[in-house]
Protein backbone atom coordinates (compact mmCIF):
# COMPACT_ATOMS: atom_id res chain seq x y z
CA UNK A 1 0.00 0.00 0.00
CA UNK A 2 1.19 3.35 -1.11
CA UNK A 3 0.49 4.78 2.30
CA UNK A 4 1.86 2.92 4.91
CA UNK A 5 3.70 5.08 6.85
CA UNK A 6 6.72 2.88 7.38
CA UNK A 7 9.53 2.27 5.51
CA UNK A 8 8.54 0.01 2.14
CA UNK A 9 10.01 -3.43 1.72
CA UNK A 10 8.45 -4.89 -1.85
CA UNK A 11 8.08 -3.74 -5.58
CA UNK A 12 4.27 -2.92 -4.98
CA UNK A 13 4.41 -0.71 -2.63
CA UNK A 14 6.87 1.76 -4.37
CA UNK A 15 5.80 4.22 -6.73
CA UNK A 16 7.85 4.84 -9.79
CA UNK A 17 11.03 3.86 -8.83
CA UNK A 18 11.80 0.92 -11.27
CA UNK A 19 15.13 2.49 -12.92
CA UNK A 20 16.41 3.09 -8.91
CA UNK A 21 15.22 -0.21 -8.11
CA UNK A 22 16.60 -2.27 -10.86
CA UNK A 23 19.89 -0.35 -11.09
CA UNK A 24 20.59 -1.15 -7.27
CA UNK A 25 19.65 -5.14 -7.05
CA UNK A 26 21.95 -5.08 -10.10
CA UNK A 27 24.35 -3.69 -8.54
CA UNK A 28 24.09 -5.51 -5.19
CA UNK A 29 24.01 -8.88 -6.95
CA UNK A 30 26.93 -7.90 -9.08
CA UNK A 31 28.71 -6.88 -5.82
CA UNK A 32 29.82 -3.34 -6.61
CA UNK A 33 32.17 -2.70 -3.68
CA UNK A 34 30.50 0.75 -2.86
CA UNK A 35 27.28 1.84 -3.46
CA UNK A 36 25.73 5.52 -2.47
CA UNK A 37 21.94 6.08 -2.14
CA UNK A 38 21.34 9.85 -2.38
CA UNK A 39 17.96 11.80 -1.82
CA UNK A 40 16.46 14.31 0.22
CA UNK A 41 14.73 13.69 3.75
CA UNK A 42 11.67 11.59 3.57
CA UNK A 43 12.10 11.22 -0.58
CA UNK A 44 12.28 7.38 -0.22
CA UNK A 45 15.44 5.98 0.41
CA UNK A 46 15.16 3.41 2.97
CA UNK A 47 12.08 2.37 1.27
CA UNK A 48 14.23 1.86 -1.51
CA UNK A 49 16.83 0.24 0.27
CA UNK A 50 14.92 -2.36 1.79
CA UNK A 51 13.13 -3.41 -1.19
CA UNK A 52 16.18 -3.72 -3.08
CA UNK A 53 17.56 -6.44 -0.16
CA UNK A 54 14.85 -8.42 -0.39
CA UNK A 55 14.50 -8.26 -4.24
CA UNK A 56 18.34 -8.85 -4.44
CA UNK A 57 18.04 -12.24 -1.93
CA UNK A 58 21.24 -11.56 -0.41
CA UNK A 59 22.24 -11.70 3.44
CA UNK A 60 22.51 -8.20 5.06
CA UNK A 61 23.35 -6.33 8.26
CA UNK A 62 21.50 -3.14 8.27
CA UNK A 63 22.87 -0.40 10.50
CA UNK A 64 20.80 2.49 11.33
CA UNK A 65 23.00 5.53 11.52
CA UNK A 66 19.55 7.46 12.51
CA UNK A 67 20.34 6.42 16.05
CA UNK A 68 23.07 9.05 16.11
CA UNK A 69 21.48 11.76 14.76
CA UNK A 70 20.58 13.89 18.32
CA UNK A 71 24.49 13.16 18.82
CA UNK A 72 27.23 15.60 18.51
CA UNK A 73 29.64 13.04 18.97
CA UNK A 74 29.02 9.38 19.14
CA UNK A 75 31.74 6.93 21.27
CA UNK A 76 32.85 3.47 19.25
CA UNK A 77 30.79 1.62 22.18
CA UNK A 78 28.12 3.22 21.07
CA UNK A 79 28.59 2.10 17.54
CA UNK A 80 29.65 -1.54 18.17
CA UNK A 81 26.51 -2.13 20.33
CA UNK A 82 24.12 -0.76 17.13
CA UNK A 83 26.25 -3.11 14.89
CA UNK A 84 26.10 -5.75 17.67
CA UNK A 85 22.19 -5.59 16.71
CA UNK A 86 22.61 -5.97 13.43
CA UNK A 87 24.88 -9.10 13.19
CA UNK A 88 22.28 -10.76 15.58
CA UNK A 89 19.44 -10.71 13.16
CA UNK A 90 21.66 -12.13 10.37
CA UNK A 91 23.05 -14.90 13.15
CA UNK A 92 19.26 -15.47 13.11
CA UNK A 93 18.49 -15.60 9.74
CA UNK A 94 21.68 -17.88 9.14
CA UNK A 95 22.60 -20.22 11.54
CA UNK A 96 25.71 -21.68 10.13
CA UNK A 97 27.20 -17.86 10.23
CA UNK A 98 28.01 -19.38 13.89
CA UNK A 99 30.61 -21.13 13.10
CA UNK A 100 32.50 -18.40 11.08
CA UNK A 101 32.19 -15.91 13.88
CA UNK A 102 32.97 -18.28 16.69
CA UNK A 103 36.94 -17.71 14.88
CA UNK A 104 37.12 -14.26 15.59
CA UNK A 105 38.91 -12.76 18.67
CA UNK A 106 37.32 -10.37 20.57
CA UNK A 107 33.68 -11.27 19.89
CA UNK A 108 31.23 -13.09 21.93
CA UNK A 109 28.41 -15.43 20.40
CA UNK A 110 25.33 -16.92 22.96
CA UNK A 111 21.55 -17.08 22.63
CA UNK A 112 22.01 -13.60 22.53
CA UNK A 113 23.87 -13.18 19.37
CA UNK A 114 27.17 -11.52 19.18
CA UNK A 115 28.51 -9.06 21.10
CA UNK A 116 32.26 -7.05 21.23
CA UNK A 117 34.27 -7.46 23.72
CA UNK A 118 35.72 -3.62 24.51
CA UNK A 119 39.29 -5.11 26.36
CA UNK A 120 40.17 -5.57 22.41
CA UNK A 121 40.56 -3.39 19.48
CA UNK A 122 37.50 -2.31 18.15
CA UNK A 123 39.12 -1.62 14.86
CA UNK A 124 40.70 -4.68 14.57
CA UNK A 125 37.80 -6.86 15.90
CA UNK A 126 35.20 -5.20 13.44
CA UNK A 127 37.63 -6.37 10.30
CA UNK A 128 37.99 -9.51 12.10
CA UNK A 129 34.10 -9.96 11.64
CA UNK A 130 33.94 -8.32 8.03
CA UNK A 131 36.54 -11.07 7.24
CA UNK A 132 34.60 -13.95 8.45
CA UNK A 133 31.32 -12.52 6.86
CA UNK A 134 33.36 -12.41 3.79
CA UNK A 135 34.49 -16.16 3.72
CA UNK A 136 31.05 -17.22 4.53
CA UNK A 137 29.44 -15.00 1.68
CA UNK A 138 32.31 -16.62 -0.59
CA UNK A 139 31.71 -20.79 0.87
CA UNK A 140 27.85 -19.90 0.30
CA UNK A 141 27.98 -18.16 -2.76
CA UNK A 142 26.07 -14.91 -1.61
CA UNK A 143 27.38 -10.98 -2.03
CA UNK A 144 26.65 -9.76 2.25
CA UNK A 145 25.25 -6.08 1.92
CA UNK A 146 26.53 -3.89 5.04
CA UNK A 147 24.19 -1.17 4.21
CA UNK A 148 24.68 1.63 6.48
CA UNK A 149 21.88 3.86 6.40
CA UNK A 150 21.92 7.78 6.75
CA UNK A 151 25.63 7.23 6.66
CA UNK A 152 26.77 11.21 6.58
CA UNK A 153 25.86 10.31 10.91
CA UNK A 154 28.94 8.34 11.16
CA UNK A 155 30.99 11.32 11.08
CA UNK A 156 30.29 11.58 14.63
CA UNK A 157 32.23 8.73 15.49
CA UNK A 158 34.90 8.51 17.89
CA UNK A 159 37.56 5.86 18.08
CA UNK A 160 37.33 4.50 14.84
CA UNK A 161 38.30 5.29 11.78
CA UNK A 162 35.73 4.03 9.61
CA UNK A 163 36.79 5.47 6.29
CA UNK A 164 39.93 2.51 6.98
CA UNK A 165 37.18 0.17 7.32
CA UNK A 166 35.08 1.01 4.45
CA UNK A 167 38.68 1.22 2.44
CA UNK A 168 39.62 -2.56 3.26
CA UNK A 169 36.68 -3.96 2.99
CA UNK A 170 36.64 -2.60 -0.57
CA UNK A 171 39.72 -4.21 -1.62
CA UNK A 172 40.19 -6.57 0.30
CA UNK A 173 36.52 -8.23 0.76
CA UNK A 174 35.35 -9.34 -2.88
CA UNK A 175 31.95 -10.82 -1.18
CA UNK A 176 30.93 -7.63 0.70
CA UNK A 177 28.64 -5.28 -0.40
CA UNK A 178 28.66 -1.37 1.18
CA UNK A 179 25.49 0.59 0.58
CA UNK A 180 25.39 3.73 2.48
CA UNK A 181 22.46 5.73 2.17
CA UNK A 182 22.83 9.50 3.01
CA UNK A 183 20.29 12.88 2.69
CA UNK A 184 23.19 15.19 3.84
CA UNK A 185 24.81 14.82 0.54
CA UNK A 186 28.00 17.01 0.99
CA UNK A 187 28.24 15.74 4.28
CA UNK A 188 28.34 11.99 3.41
CA UNK A 189 30.63 12.98 0.34
CA UNK A 190 33.28 15.12 2.86
CA UNK A 191 33.18 12.29 5.31
CA UNK A 192 33.75 9.39 2.47
CA UNK A 193 36.62 12.20 0.84
CA UNK A 194 37.07 9.96 -2.27
CA UNK A 195 38.78 12.91 -4.24
CA UNK A 196 41.44 13.22 -1.29
CA UNK A 197 44.86 11.92 -1.93
CA UNK A 198 45.74 12.00 1.53
CA UNK A 199 42.29 9.56 2.85
CA UNK A 200 41.82 6.24 2.88
CA UNK A 201 38.76 6.10 0.12
CA UNK A 202 40.88 7.80 -2.18
CA UNK A 203 40.46 6.98 -5.89
CA UNK A 204 37.85 3.83 -5.01
CA UNK A 205 35.21 3.92 -7.67
CA UNK A 206 31.50 4.74 -6.12
CA UNK A 207 28.08 3.93 -7.88
CA UNK A 208 25.97 6.67 -7.67
CA UNK A 209 22.16 6.33 -7.16
CA UNK A 210 20.36 9.38 -6.91
CA UNK A 211 16.46 9.25 -5.36
CA UNK A 212 14.48 12.14 -6.47
CA UNK A 213 11.51 13.79 -5.73
CA UNK A 214 8.67 12.95 -7.73
CA UNK A 215 7.04 15.57 -10.19
CA UNK A 216 3.94 17.21 -9.81
CA UNK A 217 2.05 15.05 -12.47
CA UNK A 218 3.93 11.67 -10.73
CA UNK A 219 2.77 13.57 -6.70
CA UNK A 220 -1.00 13.54 -8.13
CA UNK A 221 -0.80 10.02 -9.93
CA UNK A 222 0.56 9.20 -6.57
CA UNK A 223 -1.99 10.39 -4.47
CA UNK A 224 -4.80 9.21 -6.63
CA UNK A 225 -3.15 5.38 -7.25
CA UNK A 226 -2.91 5.65 -3.21
CA UNK A 227 -6.55 6.10 -2.47
CA UNK A 228 -8.03 3.91 -5.32
CA UNK A 229 -5.74 0.95 -3.30
CA UNK A 230 -7.98 1.72 0.13
CA UNK A 231 -11.42 2.11 -2.23
CA UNK A 232 -11.32 6.31 -0.92
CA UNK A 233 -12.71 8.62 -3.51
CA UNK A 234 -11.07 11.87 -3.90
CA UNK A 235 -11.54 15.30 -5.37
CA UNK A 236 -8.81 16.25 -7.94
CA UNK A 237 -8.49 19.65 -7.15
CA UNK A 238 -8.61 18.45 -3.14
CA UNK A 239 -5.48 16.67 -4.00
CA UNK A 240 -4.09 19.71 -6.16
CA UNK A 241 -3.40 21.80 -3.41
CA UNK A 242 -2.22 18.67 -1.73
CA UNK A 243 0.31 18.76 -4.46
CA UNK A 244 0.90 21.97 -4.16
CA UNK A 245 1.60 22.32 -0.50
CA UNK A 246 3.47 19.32 0.58
CA UNK A 247 5.50 18.93 -3.15
CA UNK A 248 6.54 15.68 -5.07
CA UNK A 249 8.35 14.31 -1.61
CA UNK A 250 7.07 10.68 -0.98
CA UNK A 251 6.88 10.60 2.71
CA UNK A 252 4.84 13.85 3.57
CA UNK A 253 2.64 13.36 0.69
CA UNK A 254 1.99 9.31 2.37
CA UNK A 255 1.68 11.33 5.61
CA UNK A 256 -1.06 13.06 4.09
CA UNK A 257 -3.09 9.95 2.23
CA UNK A 258 -2.80 7.72 5.77
CA UNK A 259 -4.31 10.97 7.40
CA UNK A 260 -7.31 11.60 4.93
CA UNK A 261 -7.98 7.95 5.24
CA UNK A 262 -9.06 8.19 8.52
CA UNK A 263 -10.06 11.77 8.92
CA UNK A 264 -11.46 12.75 5.51
CA UNK A 265 -9.66 14.11 2.49
CA UNK A 266 -9.85 17.89 3.11
CA UNK A 267 -7.58 20.77 3.18
CA UNK A 268 -7.77 20.57 6.50
CA UNK A 269 -5.51 17.37 6.85
CA UNK A 270 -3.50 18.89 4.43
CA UNK A 271 -2.42 21.76 6.97
CA UNK A 272 -2.24 19.52 10.03
CA UNK A 273 0.78 17.56 8.26
CA UNK A 274 2.18 20.59 7.32
CA UNK A 275 1.97 21.71 11.11
CA UNK A 276 3.08 18.22 12.58
CA UNK A 277 5.74 18.28 10.18
CA UNK A 278 7.30 21.43 10.49
CA UNK A 279 7.89 20.99 14.02
CA UNK A 280 9.57 17.55 13.33
CA UNK A 281 11.91 19.05 10.79
CA UNK A 282 12.46 22.25 12.82
CA UNK A 283 13.85 19.81 15.39
CA UNK A 284 16.41 18.43 12.99
CA UNK A 285 17.02 22.40 11.25
CA UNK A 286 18.08 23.14 14.91
CA UNK A 287 20.73 20.33 16.11
CA UNK A 288 22.26 21.61 13.16
CA UNK A 289 22.43 25.31 13.83
CA UNK A 290 23.49 24.86 17.36
CA UNK A 291 26.31 22.83 16.08
CA UNK A 292 27.33 25.76 13.93
CA UNK A 293 28.66 27.80 17.13
CA UNK A 294 29.28 31.62 17.24
CA UNK A 295 27.74 31.33 13.08
CA UNK A 296 24.44 30.38 14.05
CA UNK A 297 23.03 33.92 13.81
CA UNK A 298 24.53 34.14 9.99
CA UNK A 299 23.03 30.84 9.32
CA UNK A 300 19.45 31.80 10.80
CA UNK A 301 19.44 35.10 8.80
CA UNK A 302 20.06 33.28 5.63
CA UNK A 303 17.31 31.20 6.29
CA UNK A 304 15.09 34.28 6.49
CA UNK A 305 16.17 35.39 3.52
CA UNK A 306 15.42 32.16 1.59
CA UNK A 307 12.21 31.86 3.32
CA UNK A 308 11.06 34.92 1.58
CA UNK A 309 12.41 33.22 -1.59
CA UNK A 310 14.98 31.63 -3.52
CA UNK A 311 18.10 33.95 -4.09
CA UNK A 312 21.85 34.12 -5.61
CA UNK A 313 24.98 33.95 -4.18
CA UNK A 314 25.42 37.61 -4.45
CA UNK A 315 21.70 38.48 -3.11
CA UNK A 316 21.80 36.60 -0.42
CA UNK A 317 25.50 38.39 0.74
CA UNK A 318 24.38 41.56 0.28
CA UNK A 319 21.20 40.80 2.71
CA UNK A 320 23.59 38.90 5.13
CA UNK A 321 26.27 42.28 5.46
CA UNK A 322 23.57 44.68 5.51
CA UNK A 323 22.10 42.66 8.82
CA UNK A 324 25.13 42.42 10.07
CA UNK A 325 26.53 46.28 9.17
CA UNK A 326 30.45 44.61 8.06
CA UNK A 327 31.69 42.87 4.58
CA UNK A 328 31.92 39.51 5.23
CA UNK A 329 34.98 37.70 3.00
CA UNK A 330 33.46 36.16 -0.03
CA UNK A 331 35.29 32.66 1.11
CA UNK A 332 33.66 32.35 4.59
CA UNK A 333 30.58 33.34 3.12
CA UNK A 334 31.00 30.83 -0.14
CA UNK A 335 31.77 28.24 2.87
CA UNK A 336 28.41 29.27 5.16
CA UNK A 337 26.30 28.62 1.95
CA UNK A 338 28.28 24.87 1.05
CA UNK A 339 27.55 24.53 4.53
CA UNK A 340 24.22 24.39 4.06
CA UNK A 341 23.58 23.10 0.85
CA UNK A 342 26.04 19.61 2.22
CA UNK A 343 23.50 19.34 5.33
CA UNK A 344 20.34 19.09 2.67
CA UNK A 345 18.50 21.78 4.49
CA UNK A 346 19.30 24.44 1.22
CA UNK A 347 19.82 23.03 -2.80
CA UNK A 348 21.57 24.95 -5.09
CA UNK A 349 20.46 24.85 -8.85
CA UNK A 350 21.59 27.02 -11.60
CA UNK A 351 22.92 29.10 -9.21
CA UNK A 352 20.26 29.85 -7.02
CA UNK A 353 19.48 28.81 -3.53
CA UNK A 354 16.29 27.61 -1.67
CA UNK A 355 14.68 25.43 0.44
CA UNK A 356 13.34 22.31 -0.89
CA UNK A 357 11.41 20.64 1.97
CA UNK A 358 8.07 22.65 1.95
CA UNK A 359 7.16 21.59 5.14
CA UNK A 360 10.77 23.05 6.16
CA UNK A 361 9.71 26.02 4.90
CA UNK A 362 6.68 26.29 6.78
CA UNK A 363 7.86 25.97 9.47
CA UNK A 364 10.43 28.87 9.04
CA UNK A 365 7.63 31.54 8.30
CA UNK A 366 6.25 29.79 10.99
CA UNK A 367 8.63 31.08 13.41
CA UNK A 368 9.71 27.27 14.42
CA UNK A 369 13.12 28.40 13.94
Excluded at 49 to 54: F, G, P
Aim: glycine share 8%.
Amino acid sequence: MYFDERPKDNKKSLYNREEELSKLVNELRKGAPLILLLGLRRVGKTSLLYTALNESKQPSILVDCREFEEHFAVSYRNFLGVLERSVSKLIGKYDGLRRYLKRIKGVTLGSFGVQFSFEDKPQSSIIALLNQLNSWGSDQGYKVVLALDEAQELRKVRGLNIQSILAYTYDRLRNIVTVLTGSQVGMLHRFLQVENPKTPLYGRSVVEIAVRRLNDHDALDFLMKGFDQLGVKANTDMLDYCVQRLDGIPGWLTSFGARAVREGVKKEVVDRVLETGSHLVADELKRFLVARGIAERRYRLILRRLAEEPASWTQLKIFLEAKEGKRISPSIFTQLLNNFVDSGFVEKSNETYRIPDPILLYGIKAGLV
